[in-house]
Nanobody, 125 residues
Framework: QVQLVESGGGLVQAGRSLRLSCVAS????????MGWFRQAPGQKREFVAL????????YYGDPVKGRFTISRDNAKNTVWLQMNSLKPDDTAVYYC??????????????????WGQGTQVTVSS
């Protein structure tokens, strides 16, 4: 069983940066497809980013391309989400997700078997 614990959320002004972390246990992050989703109040869960297992291929949702970067630290068994130039529209609960398979349809949340508890990001204008 894989367990995921997110941290790093908080309140930040528009234009600033935050870095989220997701620590995995039960498997190594290099063996997992590791992704981030977010959900704003009243909205559907939205794909943010993925770093795929083994080959480190990265994918990003259109709203965050060029501003967010996902990376993996195998030594710390952690995946990072660096979020720059934050906007009020980025306000949401951010969830770390993982799966042991290489994921083709990265934006489909049903492809991910493991989820963290979420961390709140609030961006003020």
């Amino acid at each position: 069983q894989v367990q995921l614990v997110e941290s790093g959320g908080g309140l930040v002004q528009a234009g600033r940066s935050l870095r989220l972390s997701c620590v995995a246990s039960g498997d190594t992050v290099n063996n997992l497809a590791m992704g981030w989703f977010r959900q704003a109040p009243g909205q559907k869960r939205e794909f943010v980013a993925l770093i795929n297992r083994k080959d480190d291929t990265t994918y990003y949702g259109d709203p965050v391309k060029g501003r967010f970067t996902i990376s993996r630290d195998n030594a710390k068994n952690t995946v990072w989400l660096q979020m720059n130039s934050l906007k009020p529209d980025d306000t949401a609960v951010y969830y770390c997700a993982a799966d042991r398979a290489w994921i083709a349809n990265v934006a489909a949340d049903y492809n991910y078997d493991y989820w963290g508890q979420g961390t709140q990001v609030t961006v003020s204008s």
